[in-house]
């Protein structure tokens, strides 16, 4: 299958048969490259599956069909892997830095990123990228002879957002965000926080319902929400191949180091680029510090908060493994990880067992 990589992908794609390695080696799969092996162990990892009940904009368990850090997560990954095969680069490597990106991400979102932040401002921070490679580098602990989950060093490398990295990872941050614009306008139809209205102000959308009117001029209104946000995606996708495509000519990129020469080259056009800056600002007015968004928001805070302040008054409220850890992490550091590996759901049954 390594071969086949050779064959198939661009001179400057990632190849598994051509990784840096692991931290503590390891003998090759009989039957899967380096990378298919480092997507499996994310997936079957336990901080995987509790992205199922963390929040994504909308808190967790209050619409079935909203989405949450996983759904968010599968997203990415799929579009990671459309756009990495149009480029002929590294699908599985795309994909597997897609799905471990939110790893780290604590409950409730971003607003509990942002409590999490506050409460470790005098201890070294917390930021959800940062996080997410530790959790595959300390956290999670299924196998017996090393920390971690041992991830090849493309993979680690690609959760560090800080740097120019392979063109993989670049693919996969930018499918993050048009993953974000466009369900967050979905959810937030969905969740009658937006109407048809105030979105024909957005360009973004203007020109997917335009599109979608043209083709179907009969379809009413509100069925044809779910067509204007696959168009949206749609040709976010494409707009983000062809530019991509001529930047990476453009630049004479003809190997891996190259890319590393160069600025970020996985981008939008710039007309695009402006049309979602301005999307973004709508959404944030409108969305994300919407009363019905803020007020639960805020409550959500303030159980973080207090539950935080009573791990540090009391660390034997803190799990075997969790406590283990005091000694070389610190306290402050400790009590952290373990909330950001909470969810939504366990961090409520906790705020409720100490009283509040």
């Not at 159980?303 to 850890?325: H, I, K, N, T």
Request: charged letters at 30%.
């Amino acid at each position: 299958m390594e071969a086949d990589e050779g064959r198939l992908l661009a001179p400057f794609a990632q190849k598994s048969g051509e990784s840096r390695g692991r931290q503590f080696p390891e003998p090759r799969h009989a039957y899967r490259t380096e990378f298919q092996r480092d997507r499996a162990r994310i997936i079957h990892s336990r901080a995987f599956r509790r992205l199922e009940y963390k929040t994504q904009v909308f808190l967790n368990g209050t619409g079935d069909h909203l989405r949450t850090r996983l759904t968010h997560t599968i997203e990415v990954a799929s579009i990671s892997r459309t756009i990495a095969r149009a480029l002929r680069l590294n699908e599985d490597l795309a994909e597997t830095i897609a799905l471990a990106h939110d790893l780290g991400h604590s409950p409730f979102g971003h607003s509990g990123e942002e409590m999490l932040a506050e409460c470790m401002r005098e201890h070294g921070g917390f930021e959800h990228n940062r996080q997410s490679l530790r959790v595959v580098e300390l956290l999670e602990n299924p196998y017996p002879k090393f920390p971690g989950l041992n991830l090849t060093l493309e993979v680690r490398e690609g959760l560090q957002k800080n740097q120019v990295s392979s063109l993989e990872a670049q693919i996969a941050d930018l499918a993050d965000e048009i993953t974000y614009y466009s369900h967050d306008l979905d959810d937030a139809i969905d969740f009658d926080i937006l109407n048809f209205a105030q979105l024909e102000e957005v360009d973004v959308w203007k020109v997917a319902a335009d599109s979608v009117r043209a083709r179907y001029p009969h379809l009413r209104e509100p069925d044809s929400h779910k067509l204007i946000i696959r168009d949206v995606i749609d040709r976010q996708v494409r707009d983000v191949i062809v530019t991509s495509a001529e930047q990476i000519m453009s630049a004479k990129v003809q190997s891996r180091d190259d890319v590393r020469n160069q600025p970020v080259l996985i981008r939008y056009g710039d007309e695009l680029a402006e049309a979602n800056r301005a999307l973004r600002k709508f959404l944030y007015q409108n969305v994300y510090y919407h009363p019905r968004v803020a007020e639960v928001n805020q409550r959500a805070c303030e159980m973080l908060r207090r539950v935080f302040e009573s791990y540090l008054l009391d660390p034997g409220q803190l799990g075997d493994a969790a406590a283990r850890r005091i000694e070389s992490e610190g306290l402050h550091r400790t009590v952290c990880d373990y909330i950001a590996g909470m969810t939504d759901r366990y961090l409520m049954e906790e705020y409720a067992r100490l009283g509040y």
